[in-house]
Structure formats: C-alpha cells, structure tokens
C-alpha cells in the first residue's frame, strides 16, 4: 500500500499505461496538467482523480483516495466457496445459490420439528401408558400382599 495520493496514482499510471503522457491521453487532460500537477506541492485535483476513477472502474476509489484495500475492485470481491468472484452477476448468482440453500435448510428445520413433536405426542402417550401399567400392576399386586401377610 503506497502513503499518498500521488504514490498510489503512479502505481496506477504504470498499471494501465506506458508513460504519464500516455496516461494523460487516456484519462482526456494535457500532459503538462498532469506533470505539474504531480510535481506540485499542492498535489493531485479532484478532477485528475475522477477523470481516472472514470476511465478506470477497475481502479478502487477507496485504495485510491485512502489507501484501503487494493488497486483492482476485483482485488477486493468477497470469494465464495473459495472461489473468487469478478462481477455483479456472479455475485448475484452466489446469492441465489445460497438462497435456495437457505430454503432447503429451513424446509429441513420444519421437517425435523414436525418430527420432534410426533415424537414428543409418541411419548407422551407411552408415559401415560406406563402409568396405566403401573397402576393396573399395582392393583395386582395389593391383594396378592394381603394374601402373604
């Protein structure tokens, strides 16, 4: 990452051009703007900037005027799956895919609570059968006491 404006904008000149008159040429300013400019105390303008963030849109802004990030956006896409993504549209095909996955999970989630309240229902109803086994051994076995005493 480069400290200044100017350091980071002649990374970006030996990127995409041959020379700062090249460069100049492409972003539509007069080479002497650009060299003054690049030479003056008073550093880059805002529209030198622009002008390259337009020709440019590769470049990140951001990197560019703060030195966050790096030079390319694609530099700076999220991966997915390991896989580095480059444009809006497979951005947006990942999300559909992790869309879809989301309602495969919530479908499995209503599935399994559907299934943990039968169970439950199956449990319930085995607890109070046990209780009637219970009861009904209990009363067996009452009499058979007296009997022993």
Same mark, same amino acid.
């Given at each position: 990452?480069?400290?200044?404006?100017?350091?980071? &904008?002649?990374?970006?000149?030996?990127?995409?051009?041959?020379?700062?008159?090249?460069?100049?040429?492409? @972003? !539509? =300013?007069?080479?002497?703007? &650009?060299?003054?400019?690049?030479?003056?105390?008073?550093?880059?303008? @805002?529209?030198? =900037?622009?002008?390259?963030?337009?020709?440019?849109?590769? =470049?990140?802004?951001?990197?560019?005027?703060?030195?966050? !990030?790096?030079?390319?956006?694609? /530099?700076?896409?999220?991966?997915?799956? !390991?896989?580095?993504?480059?444009? $809006?549209?497979?951005?947006?095909?990942?999300?559909?895919?992790? $869309?879809? $996955?989301?309602?495969?999970?919530?479908?499995?989630?209503?599935?399994?609570?559907?299934?943990?309240?039968?169970?439950?229902?199956?449990?319930? /109803?085995?607890? =109070?059968?046990?209780?009637?086994?219970? /009861?009904? &051994?209990?009363?067996?076995?009452?009499?058979?006491?007296?009997?022993?005493?």
């Amino acid at each position: 990452m480069k400290d200044t404006i100017l350091e980071r &904008l002649k990374s970006v000149i030996a990127d995409k051009s041959n020379s700062a008159s090249d460069f100049s040429k492409m @972003i !539509g =300013i007069a080479q002497t703007t &650009l060299s003054n400019q690049m030479k003056s105390p008073r550093g880059i303008s @805002i529209e030198v =900037i622009m002008l390259t963030l337009d020709q440019f849109p590769d =470049i990140s802004a951001e990197w560019l005027l703060r030195g966050k !990030g790096k030079m390319l956006l694609t /530099d700076n896409m999220p991966t997915f799956n !390991g896989e580095e993504t480059e444009t $809006e549209e497979n951005l947006k095909i990942e999300l559909s895919k992790v $869309e879809a $996955e989301l309602e495969e999970y919530k479908l499995q989630i209503m599935r399994l609570e559907a299934q943990k309240d039968y169970l439950q229902e199956r449990n319930d /109803d085995l607890v =109070i059968s046990n209780r009637m086994l219970q /009861d009904e &051994l209990n009363k067996y076995q009452e009499p058979r006491k007296k009997d022993i005493v």
